[in-house]
Every structure is written in C-alpha cells, then in structure tokens.
C-alpha cells in the first residue's frame, strides 16, 4: 500500500496531518466493498423480481448483447449470523504517549531532524539509513522520540522498493525491532508484514513465526494488515503459519467492537478443522458431523450459525464432480449461489490434488473465484456461466482490489492466478475447447502485466510472482 505516515500532510491537500484528516475516512472506506452497478448495458430490467423466476429470453436480442439478462427469485438464506452478546473484552494497544524530553535531549532530537529532512525531497537509501543507525547507536536512550515510526521508515521503504534495495530496509527493520522494539510496535503491522515478505523471498520460513508475536499480544489493534498477512501466508501455501498466525488472533478480531466484521480471521480457525477431514476423505455426512462438533469445541463467543447441509455439499464436491456445469436450471439466487459454492469446493479439491497446493492455498484460491462470481446484480445471473471476461475480471479488480492509490497485487494477482488455474480444471473435465483455453490464458497474462503495473513500489506481487504464474517461494 501507499505508505502515508499518520504525521505527514495529508494527501488530499487540506493542509492537515493525514492522522487529523483522511486517516479515518480511509481506514473505513478500505473495509466497505463499493456498491455493485444494478442499472446499464449490462442488466436487464425486470417488472417484479421478488415474485418473477428466469425468463428463456436466449433469442431476445437485447439479451444476446448483455452479460446478464435472466432474472431470478432474490429471497436469500443467510449462512451465518451474530447474536446480541454481552459487552465485549477490551485488549491492550500499543502505548503511543511519550515523555516530554529536557531543552538538552530535545535539542539533539530537533537537530537530527533539522539535518535528515533535505532527504525526503532527494532521497538516498544508503544515507537515510545512514543517519538512522548513527543516532541509534549515540543516543539510543533518545532513539523512540524520533518518531521515526511515523514518516520516515515508511519514505525509507517505498524508496528502497522503487529501487529494489528491499533487503538493506529489512536489515534496518530488523535491527529496530531487536533493539527498539517500544519504538518499532507503534507501527508493527506495517513493518512485519515487511519483514514476512522479506523472508518468504529468501526462502527463510523458519523466521516467519518469529514475527508474530506483536499481532498476538495486540490482537485487535492492526485488522488491516493482519488480514493482509493472513491473504499473504494463504497465497504463498504457508498453512501451517497462517493458522498459528490466525489462532490467537480470530476470537478477539471476531468480537471486537473496534473490528468491522472479524470472519476474515476466524475463517482460518474454523478451516483449520476442515483440513484433517478433507485428508481423510470420508463419508460427506459423518465428515460435516466431525466439522459441526470440532467448530462447538472452538466455543466462540457470538459465533457463526453454519448450516450442516451446506457443509456436507462441501465435502461431497470435494470428491464428487458437479454434475451440473451451467446454469440453466438455477432459477433463484439462491441456487445460483449454491452451484457456483458446489463448483468452488471441486475445484478446491482439484487445486489440491492435482496441483498439490495445500489445502489453505486452494481455498484461498477458490474462493478469489467465488468472489468474482459472486459480483453481480441480485435477481440476475450471467448468460456465460463463468464470465471469464477481461473487461468484466478488469472491473471487478478495480472495484475489489483497491488500496488507497494503489491496487493490491496479492488480491488482484490471486484472482487472475485463480483463472489460470481454473482453465485447467475445466479442460481436465473436458468442459473448454483448446482454443478458448489459450485466449483465456493470454488475457490471464495480459491482466497481470497490468496488475504489476498498477501496484506500490512496497507490494509483494512483483517479488512473489515475478514471472507469471510461477511464485517462486513455492519451489522451495
């Protein structure tokens, strides 16, 4: 993302700290999906939805020039939902009040200041860092009260990732953090999700557990970056690390007042019972049964009603091919939802057992799709079951994928990856024909050169995934 110190002016041009302005206006509109088009070229108006199912309009040719022309019962079925619950528990934050220093000490702080600032409007890496470590170590009893966590480590990180010097701002970070950490928790979540990008580059996963430690002592005070971690270690096949990441953290993110919607964390808890039940491929009814009863033992407060019937279709489509494979015979939301979740958990399994990604790595993965899918006007459904359209997927990027001025390569690269790889599950079914299987897999290609393009200097997608579709830490 956009690194923006919560110190700095603010972007809009009011003059303001970004902290006293935008801040929060954009922390929100971050966590609000943008409301879907329902109206245009696209749609097809109906008299009266609720009441009305699909119309065979295939030889209108109105409908032959719009993506969505059938319309379709809206009544939905809500698959979870939270209860009235006591008072939630209040967790600790990192403390961000500082002593007032002596004139003496404040004159060296001011000094250093004074001295590094010429080096935002030219900046050199190797001399900001420099600067940064000679003051740590004369006056490391001043080093806090430089503040460094609010400007100039993020300046210094998106200089070094327009230069591709990644490695010298992750030694700084490093050392900060071992030496400093009361300076270095101000800003945590920013800087460990770089150090964890930085050590799945090089291959180093043994230290990626390391890094943890301040998400969990803070457990809701950073959903941002936490769910950015979370779709980081579940893009890159860490399984393992992202349901030690995820366990301490989903209760508290779930039923935090300060956390708007907290299943983006308890997801990973709750999938984490699935994976021993997809091993072991038993029996769809007994698996659902064991799920039911292992997501009761997790005792989550206020937690999410699941539906067993629905779990059980999740198991099945794991071991059984759809038998449906348009949606022809969908005539409400509701089962066009359900054949495209069906679709999903298939492909899960085929992601898993063909390609050998992990089981946390396929979902991910399957639900960028469901995702996709599931962006489309209540009461319509597409006349191209799965819309692989490189207009429709390029909107569906733009609208979803957005981070402040940038667009999120780990979401918009996963989505695409998605595509890919679900063109090989279609043709493994014998469900496309060669030739649209190549053009879809040259629009993949063509999105993603596009998604790189759009992307911060601090994103991961370029290092991950240099050259498309191979991420080059899964080899090791």
């Not at 950015?228 to 860490?238: K, M, Q, S």
């Not at 063509?446 to 991420?471: G, I, Q």
Request: hydrophobic share 40%.
């Amino acid at each position: 993302m956009t690194r923006i110190g919560r110190n700095a002016p603010c972007p809009c041009g009011s003059g303001r700290k970004y902290k006293k302005c935008c801040l929060e206006k954009n922390l929100a509109e971050r966590r609000t999906p943008l409301p879907r088009a329902a109206t245009g070229p696209e749609w097809e108006e109906v008299e009266n939805p609720e009441a009305q199912e699909f119309s065979d309009l295939a030889e209108s040719p109105e409908v032959r020039a719009n993506a969505y022309a059938d319309e379709i019962d809206r009544k939905e079925a809500p698959v979870m939902e939270r209860a009235p619950q006591p008072e939630s528990p209040r967790h600790p934050k990192p403390r961000e009040d500082l002593p007032d220093l002596p004139a003496e000490q404040q004159a060296l702080v001011d000094a250093w200041w004074k001295d590094f600032k010429p080096l935002f409007r030219n900046p050199d890496v190797d001399e900001m860092i420099r600067r940064v470590v000679r003051f740590m170590e004369e006056h490391p009893e001043l080093f806090l009260h430089l503040g460094l966590e609010h400007e100039v480590l993020f300046e210094l990180g998106a200089e070094a990732g327009r230069l591709k010097e990644w490695p010298k701002y992750a030694a700084l970070l490093a050392r900060i953090r071992e030496e400093h950490p009361e300076m270095y928790v101000r800003s945590f979540s920013y800087y460990d999700r770089d150090l964890m990008i930085d050590r799945l580059v090089a291959g180093k996963f043994e230290a990626i557990p390391q890094l943890f430690n301040f998400f969990h002592r803070y457990p809701d005070s950073e959903p941002d970056n936490a769910h950015r971690v979370t779709e980081l270690l579940a893009w890159t096949g860490r399984q393992d690390d992202l349901f030690a990441f995820a366990r301490p953290l989903a209760i508290p993110m779930w039923i935090s007042p300060e956390v708007i919607g907290g299943w983006f964390m308890l997801r990973w808890l709750v999938f984490a019972q699935y994976v021993p039940l997809l091993d072991a491929r038993g029996d769809p009814d007994e698996a659902a049964r064991a799920l039911m009863e292992a997501v009761k033992q997790l005792d989550i407060p206020r937690g999410p009603e699941f539906d067993i019937e629905t779990v059980r279709r999740e198991f099945r489509f794991c071991r059984e091919t759809p038998d449906v494979w348009d949606l022809s015979t969908c005539g409400t939301d509701r089962v066009v939802a359900q054949f495209y979740h069906d679709v999903r958990w298939n492909y899960c399994a085929f992601l898993h057992d063909v390609k050998g990604f992990p089981w946390a790595r396929a979902d991910f993965l399957a639900e960028r799709l469901e995702d996709y899918w599931s962006d489309r006007p209540a009461g319509k459904k597409p006349k191209d079951t799965f819309r692989f359209s490189e207009e429709r997927l390029d909107e569906h990027i733009a609208k979803t994928c957005r981070d402040f001025f940038h667009v999120n390569g780990v979401r918009a690269v996963s989505l695409v990856e998605a595509v890919w790889h679900f063109v090989d599950y279609l043709a493994a079914h014998s469900r496309i024909e060669g030739e649209k299987a190549n053009s879809i897999r040259e629009m993949c290609r063509r999105l993603f050169d596009l998604s790189l393009r759009v992307v911060d200097s601090t994103d991961p997608a370029p290092r991950l995934m240099p050259e498309f579709p191979k991420m080059a830490c899964l080899k090791r």
